[in-house]
């Protein structure tokens, strides 16, 4: 059974840092498979935010946090990491880890598991 655990949440200022993590378990290869980091703020849809192709060397993003995080792996330690810095009050949302049954990031139907959020809130 893949279970998929995030930490690192909170509250932070506008402008601060917060550095999101995943343990991921359950399954013997997610080194074969890209990782991803999806949010739902309230009243609004998930939305795909960053994923990293299985070997780390490919990452993807939504527009509205490139140049402002950084999604990287360990796949000796079967771990995914988002470092967000420069946050913003729109960034407060539900972020949500994910697995997926591809290799690339850029399939975002492809990811299937997720772990149960950890909350983000960036205050103005």
């Known amino acids: 059974q893949v279970q998929l655990v995030e930490s690192g949440g909170g509250l932070v200022q506008a402008g601060g840092s917060l550095r999101l993590s995943c343990a991921a378990s359950g399954r013997s290869t997610f080194s074969n498979y890209a990782m991803g980091w999806f949010r739902q703020a309230p009243g609004k849809e998930r939305e795909f935010v960053a994923g990293?192709?299985?070997?780390?060397?490919?990452?993807y993003y939504t527009d509205s946090v490139k140049g402002r995080f950084t999604i990287s792996r360990d796949n000796a330690k079967n771990t995914v990491s988002l470092q967000m810095n420069s946050l913003k009050s729109e960034d407060t949302a539900v972020y949500y880890c994910?697995?997926?049954?591809?290799?690339?990031?850029?399939?975002?139907?492809?990811?299937?598991?997720w772990g149960q959020g950890t909350q983000v809130t960036v205050s103005s």
């Open positions: 994910a697995t997926s049954r591809s290799r690339w990031e850029r399939q975002i139907s492809s990811y299937e598991y």
């Open positions: 990293i192709g299985w070997s780390g060397g490919s990452t």
